[in-house]
């Protein structure tokens, strides 16, 4: 039985609160019983709400245990191409429910069009580098757009998976591709949430911006119950400076989030990712207030956590910890109120000991010996860049371990480590000194990919040339400093106030 039909509010369980994810539609021969689930969880699957998703994708399954597009979408959510990662165990599992093999599981999708499907996401989580694994999966994806140019969600698919091979950071050439594959699906299916939130991410830097205003304008609407979709318009709010549209984005993804969390029995974050980019909008309009409760209520899951054996796992990401969130948006905090002798510099939580615990220790303490150094405490400086040293060295090591999809935290490591001894010299008045070693630190900056968001490098690199050139009396390398750091990050608040003193010729 084949059958096409629509997703908006569907009726299953997981649905009953009626979210509105978007709409899909998508043609496949799994029983009329089990359609509503599917397509939800597909719309899910388009917003990254991979968690939700892989829940209406099983639903679907115990209805419909021969649906072999259900086990094809639950595959799916243990991929996350954007962010180089993937559970491959998780995937195999998904699908072996299916059937053991690949061949048997081929044979039991209704029709060739999801046989196509399936083959593609065989590939994905086939045999071999995973790097590989992930250009031989966008070829596939390529062939059944070609076959089939009038499937929204293989178009749309097809642009993920162009985006998901550029493993060493923002190519523009493979960005810009996979926004014209996703453009004619926005156009043709306004209400599909695929096309405008890939869109999104193709235009995700300050460059392109501007062509993925519309997009993330409509994506708000398009998905106004998926927490990651109000979030993610504001990566093109950001990447313009717009930091009162960044706010209320936010305010609205943590309010969504917190939902779906309850829904589902779970307990609210006050930590990660959502939270730390309304505390940078909350910075960015002045409100510190505002921006520290966000702080504070992080630090306080982060010590509850940390309390609960296995729960303070480090990650490289600080997105992926509660603890390394909460250092993350620590050190936003100060560097952006630069407040150096804040109370919060003693809001200590425990830096956990495991193996990858470097990430946590080397984002702290290189805040807390800036703020030292910017306050006149050397001998705490010092200390602190020593640590700082010893958690670089043990990420240098680590990294050799990983895939060059890890491309940033080392170039990361490597600044972080030579600002806080330029900002030492500057405070023990080396100036010429800390601009020459700043200057070379800036450059290596310029070599890494745009990134997204909130600046990866904790204290762009030129925005702190900018001020060690504007305390010499440089005003015209100030200002040309301050502009370079406004290229990468349009509208930081430091980086304007800085560039309105070297306007004014330093007064």
Not at 176 to 189: I, Q
Not at 343 to 366: K, N
Not at 416 to 426: P, R
Request: charge should be negative; charged fraction near 25%; include cysteine.
């Amino acid at each position: 039985m084949l059958l096409l039909l629509g997703s908006g509010v569907a009726s299953s369980p997981l649905s009953a609160q009626h979210r509105k994810v978007g709409d899909v539609e998508f043609a496949n021969s799994g029983s009329a019983a089990a359609q509503d689930a599917f397509l939800h969880g597909l719309a899910l699957l388009h917003n990254f709400e991979y968690v939700d998703a892989a829940l209406a994708f099983r639903e679907a399954q115990a209805i419909d245990p021969g649906f072999a597009m259900a086990y094809w979408g639950e595959a799916l959510t243990y991929n996350h191409p954007l962010w180089a990662e993937q559970n491959r165990d998780a995937a195999l599992t998904a699908l072996e429910r299916l059937a053991p093999t690949a061949d048997a599981r081929i044979v039991k999708a209704g029709t060739e069009r999801e046989q196509a499907y399936l083959r593609a996401v065989e590939i994905l989580y086939g045999p071999g580098d995973k790097m590989e694994r992930d250009r031989r999966y966008a070829d596939a994806m390529h062939e059944l757009h070609t076959q089939y140019p009038d499937d929204a969600d293989a178009t749309a698919m097809y642009a993920l998976a162009l985006m998901g091979t550029a493993h060493e950071g923002r190519d523009f050439a493979i960005y810009m591709r996979a926004a014209a594959v996703a453009e004619p699906v926005f156009r043709e299916h306004p209400q599909h949430p695929g096309a405008a939130h890939y869109l999104i991410h193709a235009y995700d830097d300050p460059i392109h911006a501007p062509l993925g205003l519309r997009a993330a304008r409509a994506y708000s609407e398009i998905a106004p119950d998926a927490a990651h979709a109000q979030h993610m318009t504001s990566h093109i709010f950001v990447a313009l400076g717009m930091w009162d549209d960044v706010v209320y984005a936010n305010q609205n993804s943590t309010r969504v989030a917190e939902r779906s969390a309850l829904a589902r029995g779970g307990r609210p974050t006050r930590c990660g990712h959502y939270w730390f980019w309304l505390e940078y909008g909350h910075l960015q309009r002045g409100e510190h207030d505002e921006a520290r409760e966000i702080l504070e209520a992080c630090r306080d899951q982060a010590l509850a956590l940390a309390a609960q054996a296995g729960k303070g796992e480090p990650a490289l990401d600080p997105d992926n910890s509660a603890v390394g969130s909460y250092t993350g948006m620590r050190a936003r905090y100060l560097l952006d109120t630069e407040d150096w002798g804040a109370d919060v510099l003693q809001w200590d939580v425990p830096l956990t000991s495991g193996p990858r615990s470097f990430a946590h220790r080397l984002t702290y303490r290189f805040t807390d010996g800036f703020a030292a150094a910017r306050r006149g405490d050397l001998a705490s400086a010092r200390d602190a860049l020593a640590d700082v040293r010893n958690a670089r060295e043990e990420m240098t090591a680590y990294l050799e371990t990983l895939p060059p999809t890890s491309w940033g935290w080392g170039p990361r490591s490597q600044i972080l480590e030579g600002q806080l001894e330029a900002v030492i010299e500057a405070a023990e008045g080396q100036i010429p000194a800390a601009i020459a070693r700043v200057r070379d630190l800036a450059k290596i900056e310029e070599g890494l990919p745009l990134t997204f968001g909130p600046p990866f490098v904790d204290k762009p690199s030129h925005e702190l040339l900018g001020e060690l050139l504007l305390a010499a009396g440089e005003t015209e390398g100030a200002r040309k400093a301050f502009r370079a750091a406004l290229d990468r990050a349009p509208g930081r608040r430091i980086s304007l106030e800085g560039l309105a003193k070297a306007e004014r010729g330093g007064g």
